[in-house]
């Protein structure tokens, strides 16, 4: 039987797109909606899919009142949080594909997700050259001392930094910390033009008409560097084949996984 899938999100730029992905599947089915701003419409109508005949709820509860397998949140950064552990709280499995959640909020769904015995996939960017460019990241700070991280997106953007430029200092931090040449807190100056620090890493945020979402990690060594960098297009289709790949892996898991890079089978000799 295919897998009952409700989304959060589901008219947004990449909830539409997943909504699509989703109805072309042989082993999901989209079985709940939600969307504000669409409330009692039908989703195939909204997102031009004919035969989508699923009612769009208002809230994450009414949509939840139908049974469902798995959750999915695309919503916004001050929303995100109380949609899934609500879904957590009904023992529903749950990817988060929405940015803005801070350390405390990842244990916090750790926690609740534990106590409820279900699987949290959360990923700052379903795509899979950004997974790709992680995993090489992560590589290189095995070998290499000092990095910091340029997190580029839309002038719109509300949240800084990222999600995935967030999530990608979080998977380092866990190698190893970048080597302090000199202290930010001796900077003479304004010592936040030094960036924000997180997990031990500097980032700096870029919000510009023009961008979408890019973002590179350049690492310095004496006379040498090393620059790794993703960039994003206008269209959703690339996160649509990481975000399927979590929607079908997170009932494997019980509490937190973060990160796509944490699900993938490498296959590596």
Same mark, same amino acid.
């Given at each position: 039987?295919?897998?009952?899938?409700?989304?959060?999100?589901?008219?947004?730029?990449?909830?539409?797109?997943?909504?699509?992905?989703?109805?072309?599947?042989?082993?999901?089915?989209?079985?709940?909606?939600?969307?504000?701003?669409?409330?009692?419409?039908?989703?195939?109508?909204?997102?031009?899919?004919?035969?989508?005949?699923?009612?769009?709820?208002?809230?994450?509860?009414?949509?939840?009142?139908?049974?469902?397998?798995?959750?999915?949140?695309?919503?916004?950064?001050?929303?995100?949080?109380?949609?899934?552990?609500?879904?957590?709280?009904?023992? =529903?499995?749950?990817? +988060? %594909?929405?940015?803005?959640?801070?350390?405390?909020? !990842?244990? $916090?769904?750790?926690?609740?997700?534990? #106590?409820?015995?279900?699987?949290?996939?959360?990923?700052?960017?379903?795509?899979?050259?950004?997974?790709?460019?992680?995993?090489?990241?992560?590589?290189?700070?095995?070998?290499?001392?000092?990095?910091?991280?340029?997190?580029?997106?839309?002038?719109?953007?509300?949240?800084?930094?990222?999600?995935?430029?967030?999530?990608?200092?979080?998977?380092?931090?866990?190698?190893?910390?970048?080597?302090?040449?000199?202290? =930010?807190?001796?900077? +003479? %100056?304004?010592?936040?033009?030094?960036?924000?620090? !997180?997990? $031990?890493?500097?980032?700096?945020?870029? #919000?510009?008409?023009?961008?979408?979402?890019?973002?590179?990690?350049?690492?310095?060594?004496?006379?040498?560097?090393?620059?790794?960098?993703?960039?994003?297009?206008?269209?959703?289709?690339?996160?649509?084949?990481?975000?399927?790949?979590?929607?079908?892996?997170?009932?494997?898991?019980?509490?937190?996984?973060?990160?796509?890079?944490?699900?993938?089978?490498?296959?590596?000799?």
């Amino acid at each position: 039987m295919a897998l009952r899938i409700c989304i959060a999100g589901a008219t947004g730029w990449a909830g539409s797109s997943l909504s699509k992905a989703i109805f072309n599947t042989s082993d999901l089915t989209i079985h709940g909606a939600v969307s504000r701003k669409h409330a009692g419409g039908l989703l195939g109508n909204v997102i031009d899919v004919p035969g989508l005949n699923v009612e769009i709820k208002g809230t994450v509860e009414e949509a939840l009142e139908t049974e469902t397998d798995i959750f999915f949140d695309y919503t916004l950064p001050d929303v995100v949080k109380r949609n899934v552990l609500i879904a957590i709280e009904r023992g =529903i499995p749950v990817v +988060i %594909g929405t940015s803005g959640l801070m350390e405390s909020d !990842f244990v $916090e769904i750790d926690q609740a997700a534990l #106590r409820k015995n279900v699987g949290v996939i959360a990923a700052g960017n379903f795509a899979i050259t950004t997974v790709l460019l992680e995993r090489f990241a992560i590589e290189a700070a095995r070998h290499l001392s000092s990095w910091e991280v340029l997190d580029y997106a839309s002038a719109q953007k509300p949240d800084a930094p990222s999600g995935f430029s967030r999530e990608l200092a979080f998977r380092m931090s866990q190698v190893k910390s970048p080597e302090e040449h000199y202290p =930010i807190e001796k900077t +003479i %100056g304004k010592k936040e033009s030094r960036g924000a620090t !997180f997990y $031990e890493s500097q980032i700096h945020s870029i #919000r510009l008409p023009g961008y979408v979402i890019s973002l590179e990690i350049i690492f310095g060594e004496a006379h040498e560097r090393l620059i790794l960098r993703h960039d994003a297009g206008t269209g959703a289709e690339p996160y649509l084949a990481g975000a399927l790949l979590a929607i079908r892996k997170v009932r494997q898991y019980k509490g937190l996984i973060r990160g796509l890079e944490r699900i993938m089978d490498w296959n590596i000799q």
